[in-house]
């Protein structure tokens, strides 16, 4: 995921650099997420968000080609399209929360919930805490 945002600016060993960076901060990203709690499906931010930033960011250092101003002009800018599309990504999710929210609710009442989604809302057995099987 890191070198996505570098495809065909940097080389190989760019690539093989970028990797291990991404890795140990995706990690990292998910070790707080555990240890503080917060809702993270299947750690989407920790690992895309987290991932797709440091190839963002650090894709400025392994560029084949050294930009017009040099790599700090060009740090900047991609610092700029980090926060533009996190600035992007929170306006659009808290528009979909409130749509969700006024339309069908975020979350079932508390017996559908320990039921589970599957029972409660598609008569199937699944997992759930009040579910036997």
Not at 23 to 38: D, H, Q
Not at 46 to 68: M, Q, S
Not at 113 to 130: P, T, W
Request: glycine share 16%; proline share 4%; charged share 15%.
């Amino acid at each position: 995921m890191a070198v996505t945002p570098a495809a065909g600016d940097v080389l190989p060993v760019g690539a093989m650099a970028l990797g291990p960076m991404a890795s140990a901060a995706c990690y990292g990203a998910i070790a707080i997420k555990n240890r503080m709690g917060y809702d993270d499906t299947l750690d989407v931010f920790g690992i895309h968000g987290v991932g797709g930033i440091i190839g963002a960011l650090g894709l400025t250092f392994f560029l084949r080609d050294v930009p017009e101003g040099g790599i700090w002009v060009q740090f900047g800018h991609q610092v700029m399209g980090v926060l533009v599309a996190g600035a992007a990504s929170a306006v659009g999710t808290l528009v979909l929360l409130v749509l969700v929210e006024k339309t069908v609710g975020l979350r079932l009442e508390e017996r559908g919930e320990l039921a589970g989604m599957d029972h409660s809302m598609h008569s199937e057995h699944g997992y759930g805490l009040l579910n036997p099987n």
